[in-house]
């Protein structure tokens, strides 16, 4: 059985400040959230930031794909990111390899 992906986001680098778990897509992160997502947890999946609301639809950066793990700063290689730019964010697979 696979696990339902997981994903924490948190304001702060190296996850201080505020936080919120969620396993959904979101297609706007919300006017607190917009612009100061700078570290994460990836619990469950593989999910990809975005810069853009609605997963970049008039374009914009997108993360790396991110599979289970510590990511203490946005803007490390890992995620490759820019700090304080996240708008909308989703599950790319339920697997954590991506498949």
Same mark, same amino acid.
């Given at each position: ?12 680098? !190296? ?6 778990? @969620? ?32 997963? !970049? ?9 991110? @599979? ?14 820019? !700090? ?16």
């Amino acid at each position: 059985m696979t696990d339902l992906p997981e994903i924490i986001v948190f304001k702060d680098a !190296n996850f201080g400040g505020d936080n919120f778990r @969620t396993n959904l897509d979101c297609s706007y992160v919300g006017d607190d959230w917009n612009d100061s997502i700078s570290s994460l947890i990836v619990v469950a999946g593989t999910w990809q930031l975005y810069e853009n609301s609605n997963f !970049n639809q008039d374009g914009g950066a997108s993360s790396n794909l991110l @599979t289970p793990g510590y990511y203490p700063w946005v803007e490390d290689p890992a995620v490759n990111m820019a !700090n304080d730019s996240v708008s909308s964010f989703q599950v790319i697979s339920f697997e954590p390899d991506g498949v």
